[in-house]
């Protein structure tokens, strides 16, 4: 089975940055899409970046400009560098990786983003 473990996630004002990293493990075959997500307190989880295997990648509209989202395929990772981040990243961040049609989930890593 494919397991996902997220890191990075903390404590962070207004402006400063994190970088997230998800590893992944187990059978990792067929993996083309990687990606994050977040939810914050009482709202739907949201698309954050998604990146293909080919390089291809998407980044929510509230994002571009900020994140960067990037993958290492021999080392099955996915990471997002977070830059001039806001109150309104504030959430739990989830690592996502789709394996031939199916989607696993990362058990996700708080960013809070506050002074």
């Known amino acids: 089975q494919v397991q996902l473990v997220e890191s990075g996630g903390g404590l962070v004002q207004p402006g400063g940055s994190l970088r997230l990293s998800c590893a992944a493990s187990g059978s990792i075959f067929g993996s083309f899409f990687m990606g994050w997500y977040r939810q914050a307190p009482g709202k739907q989880r949201v698309l954050v970046a998604t990146?293909?295997?080919?390089?291809?990648?998407n980044y929510a509209d509230s994002v571009k400009g900020r994140f960067t989202i990037s993958r290492d395929n021999a080392k099955n990772t996915v990471d997002l560098q977070m830059n001039s981040l806001k109150p309104e990243d504030t959430a739990v961040y989830y690592c996502k990786v789709q394996i031939l049609a199916r989607d696993y989930w990362g058990q996700g890593t708080q960013v809070t983003v506050s002074s």
């Open positions: 990146i293909s295997r080919g390089g291809s990648i």
